[in-house]
Structures are given as C-alpha cells and as structure tokens.
C-alpha cells in the first residue's frame, strides 16, 4: 500500500468520526434514565469543600461541574454507553475540561473531570446527587 491508498481512507475515517478516540454519540446524552432537578455537587476529593446545590435540566451539564457558573461553553461527546459517557467542553475565556460521566441511578451520577480552570490546571472527581425539585433561586442565569 501507498501513501496515495492509504491517505484517502484515513481522510474518510476521520471524517466519518470512525477512527479510534473520535467517536460521536449520536442521541441525547442518557436519553433514557435522567431525572432534572435540584442536585447536590460534592467534591469526592475534597472531604472540607460544601457542597454545591445546583438545578440540572439536561445531563451534559454535568460534564462541567468546575465551570458550572458559566454559560458560554459548548461541549462534545466523544463516547457514550448505557451507564457512561465522555465529554470535552470548552468555556471561551474560563478554560476547558474533559469529564467522564457514569451513571449509577437516574438520580445518581459520578464524574471524573480535569481541565484548565483560570489558567490552572485541575483534576478532581464529583458526586451528583438528585435531592428534589428546582427551587425557584436556582433558576438564575449563569453568568457569562
């Protein structure tokens, strides 16, 4: 095989998302076992840190559990399973992350993420636990 044989394949591969560690998932992120709501964010790592209340209507915010405050991010799944999922997310000006998510229960998820947060990098891992419905203060706009 050639260089001109081979080339043409891989461009189509790559293309195609079919190349190993570019794989696309295609759906909605736990389309079948996500319940919104409030939840509780605790550090795993970090037994002294509070815990963060937040309201959760779509699971892929999990994926950013250090930038949660920010709304300027757009996200990528790279894989995805029944119970576990990969995302790389991107906050223009805040930093970037890449968060493997796995679900334990539809209320219950655990997410190892690391990134460059405020130019420093960051490794830690987060339990999100479902406590309820959203409370009405939890619906304030993210800041930019």
């Given amino acids: 095989m050639t260089i001109r044989t081979i080339l ?6 790559l293309a195609t ?9 295609a759906g909605p992120l736990f389309a079948d ?3 919104p709501g409030q939840y509780r964010l605790r550090a795993l790592d970090d ?5 963060a209340s ?7 915010l999990l994926a950013r559990p250090v930038h949660r ?3 300027k991010c757009t996200s990528r799944i790279l894989t995805t399973e029944p119970d576990r999922a990969t995302l ?18 539809s209320s219950l998820f655990q997410i190892d ?17 479902r406590t309820g419905e959203c409370e009405k203060a939890a619906h304030a706009k993210p800041r930019s």
């Fill in 47 to 51: 037994p002294r840190a509070a815990p």
């Fill in 33 to 35: 076992g996500f319940n």
């Fill in 8 to 13: 043409p394949t891989m461009m189509l591969a």
């Fill in 54 to 60: 937040i309201c959760l209507r779509s699971p892929d």
């Fill in 69 to 71: 405050h920010i709304s």
């Fill in 88 to 105: 790389h997310y991107r906050c223009d000006g805040h930093g970037w992350g890449r968060s493997v998510i796995r679900r334990e229960t």
């Fill in 113 to 129: 993420t690391q990134g460059i947060s405020g130019h420093a990098p960051f490794a830690t891992r987060f339990e999100a636990r």
């Fill in 17 to 25: 998302g079919l190349s190993s560690g570019t794989a696309l998932a």
